[in-house]
């Protein structure tokens, strides 16, 4: 089975491909390297001897793409590649617009035209409207809050929207919040630029390119007033392609959404403290004011995974500190 996967050097992508081992595979990686490194191919490399090649092709770049797809058989796609800042996403439309759109115009117009129905797409928990007091379903509201937001909804709208004349299947997993890092301490989540992420700020600060972290604000409704997130660890949300992929080879007809989080919300304030307890690593913290938009929790209810992809979380807050800092440690 040939797996294709965009963005497969990033941080969720590398991840992936590092535990895509069973024998059947034969995995093959495009990247344009934006937020991305070469070297972790190498990495990958040693790990999975299922990995059969790299490219660096942008998926803005629709002749490249073709002209890939014309040489490979490709059976699935898993759609990783994408920019994900949502601040970023507002000061710059047109590049996420590009990049994150057209980017799969063109990937979904060339799986067209070399007949590929076979699509798992990372989607993210930022198409929700805003929700207050309880965890989120997949049939819950969508709403677009950012530019961001705005991309992976169109995406997933042009989806569902030509999932009929190219008899798709597909599953759109929407993510909370990856975290962790690889057990071997040599993969994790290594942006270029400013992180926007709580982990690779934290990361900064265990590797001392930063003094403290910066929490905003304190009196959020949640049990210490710090804004709480649903962290999921790394592991547990590759578990979910894997499962997707089983699912997308033994039956017909599959066109699912599925949330992927940990089912709790987790404060700003437990992970700091869990690095303490866990690490023994006392991470410098400073409050400031909240940030426009921020709502005080933001989690899912994951019953639909746990019962269509027959999934469970495996590890917890305990297992993100200890990878992340082994990692960032090292
Ligand atoms: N990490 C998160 O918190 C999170 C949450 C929800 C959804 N997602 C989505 O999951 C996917 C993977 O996220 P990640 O955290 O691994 O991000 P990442 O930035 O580490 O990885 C994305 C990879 O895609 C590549 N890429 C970007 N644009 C490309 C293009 N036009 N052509 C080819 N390659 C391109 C980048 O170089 C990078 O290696 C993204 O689509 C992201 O929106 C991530």
Same mark, same amino acid.
Request: hydrophobic share 35%.
């Given at each position: 089975?040939?797996?294709?996967?965009?963005?497969?050097?990033?941080?969720?992508?590398? $991840?992936?491909?590092?535990?895509?081992?069973?024998?059947?595979?034969?995995?093959?990686?495009?990247? !344009?390297?934006?937020?991305?490194?070469?070297?972790?191919?190498?990495?990958?490399?040693?790990?999975?001897? !299922?990995?059969?090649?790299?490219?660096?092709?942008?998926?803005?770049?629709?002749?490249?793409?073709?002209?890939?797809?014309?040489?490979?058989?490709?059976?699935?796609?898993?759609?990783?590649?994408?920019?994900?800042?949502?601040?970023?996403?507002?000061?710059?439309?047109?590049?996420?617009?590009?990049?994150?759109?057209?980017?799969?115009?063109?990937?979904?117009?060339?799986?067209?035209?070399?007949?590929?129905?076979?699509?798992?797409?990372?989607?993210?928990?930022?198409?929700?409207?805003?929700?207050?007091?309880?965890?989120?379903?997949?049939?819950?509201?969508?709403?677009?809050?950012?530019?961001?937001?705005?991309?992976?909804? +169109?995406?997933?709208?042009?989806?569902?929207?030509?999932?009929?004349?190219?008899?798709? !299947?597909?599953?759109?997993?929407? %993510?909370?919040?990856?975290?962790?890092? $690889?057990?071997?301490?040599?993969?994790?989540?290594?942006?270029?630029?400013?992180?926007?992420?709580?982990?690779?700020?934290?990361?900064?600060?265990?590797?001392?390119?930063?003094? %403290?972290?910066?929490?905003?604000?304190?009196?959020? #409704?949640?049990?210490?007033? +710090?804004?709480?997130?649903?962290?999921? $660890?790394?592991?547990?949300?590759?578990?979910? $392609?894997?499962?997707?992929?089983?699912?997308?080879?033994?039956?017909?007809?599959?066109?699912?959404?599925?949330?992927?989080?940990? *089912?709790?919300?987790?404060?700003?304030?437990?992970?700091?403290?869990?690095?303490?307890?866990?690490?023994?690593?006392?991470?410098?913290?400073?409050?400031?004011?909240?940030?426009? *938009?921020?709502?005080?929790?933001?989690?899912?209810?994951?019953?639909?995974?746990?019962?269509?992809?027959?999934?469970?979380?495996?590890?917890?807050?305990?297992?993100?500190?200890?990878? +992340?800092?082994?990692?960032?440690? #090292?």
């Amino acid at each position: 089975m040939n797996i294709l996967v965009t963005g497969g050097l990033g941080y969720i992508g590398s $991840h992936l491909v590092s535990k895509l081992i069973d024998k059947k595979f034969s995995i093959f990686i495009i990247d !344009n390297l934006n937020n991305s490194k070469r070297s972790t191919y190498k990495i990958l490399k040693k790990i999975n001897p !299922n990995i059969k090649g790299f490219k660096k092709i942008d998926l803005k770049n629709k002749k490249k793409l073709l002209n890939y797809f014309k040489k490979k058989k490709i059976d699935i796609v898993i759609h990783m590649a994408g920019l994900k800042s949502v601040s970023e996403s507002y000061s710059n439309v047109k590049k996420y617009y590009n990049n994150n759109i057209l980017g799969f115009v063109n990937l979904i117009e060339t799986m067209q035209k070399s007949k590929i129905q076979k699509l798992i797409f990372s989607s993210s928990a930022s198409v929700y409207a805003p929700k207050i007091s309880s965890a989120i379903k997949e049939d819950d509201q969508l709403q677009i809050n950012s530019i961001y937001g705005f991309t992976k909804k +169109t995406i997933e709208d042009i989806i569902f929207l030509k999932s009929k004349s190219l008899r798709l !299947n597909y599953i759109i997993l929407r %993510y909370f919040n990856p975290a962790g890092c $690889h057990q071997n301490g040599l993969l994790g989540e290594n942006p270029k630029g400013t992180p926007n992420n709580l982990y690779p700020y934290i990361g900064d600060i265990i590797k001392k390119r930063r003094k %403290y972290l910066k929490v905003y604000g304190n009196d959020y #409704k949640t049990k210490d007033g +710090t804004g709480a997130r649903d962290y999921i $660890h790394i592991d547990d949300l590759v578990d979910t $392609h894997l499962k997707s992929l089983q699912r997308l080879f033994k039956y017909k007809n599959i066109q699912e959404v599925f949330n992927v989080g940990c *089912g709790k919300s987790i404060t700003v304030k437990a992970v700091i403290n869990s690095f303490k307890k866990f690490c023994n690593f006392k991470i410098k913290f400073k409050y400031y004011p909240r940030r426009y *938009g921020d709502l005080d929790k933001i989690y899912t209810n994951n019953n639909k995974a746990k019962k269509i992809l027959q999934w469970r979380p495996e590890k917890n807050l305990k297992d993100i500190a200890l990878s +992340t800092f082994k990692y960032y440690n #090292k």
